[in-house]
């Protein structure tokens, strides 16, 4: 997190962030730890990473307790921060749809298979 912190640019820090999860493991409290001190140390802020970044990055290394993806992911972000995190997921996973040009999906949380749907969404890993 260190080096993540002495990045002097935001590509720089968004690039460490991005290389230094690679093949990394993470469960939600790591994670929800690594938002809170980037946050501490002014590293998540105006014109610095935000946590959709931090998201970005670690959401799919998350996989000791893919259970609680879910509720981590909406504690963290609003509507158009978690859109944004689910479709650099699903665009890094599935391309280009042609049943579904657009790359929007809405999901009904209330429907089982729907859920499911969500939960591979979430518990995606390249």
């Keep these: 997190m260190r080096i993540v912190e002495a990045g002097r640019t935001l590509d720089r820090k968004r690039q460490w962030l991005q290389l230094l999860s690679q093949g990394t493991f993470f469960t939600t ?17 105006y014109g ?6 931090v998201l ?7 996989v000791v307790d893919t259970e609680n993806k879910f509720d981590f992911l909406y504690s963290n972000t609003n509507e ?27 999901l009904n949380l209330e429907d089982k298979l729907q859920r499911i749907i969500m939960f591979q969404i979430i518990a995606s890993i390249e």
């Design 48 to 53: 610095e990473l935000t946590k959709a970044d």
């Design 29 to 45: 409290q790591q994670v929800q730890l690594k938002i809170d001190r980037f946050h501490r140390n002014n590293t998540i802020g």
């Design 80 to 106: 158009a921060q978690r859109r944004d995190v689910i479709y650099e997921l699903t665009l890094k996973r599935y391309k280009f749809n042609w049943a579904n040009p657009t790359a929007n999906w809405k």
């Design 56 to 62: 970005k990055s670690t959401i799919c290394c998350i």
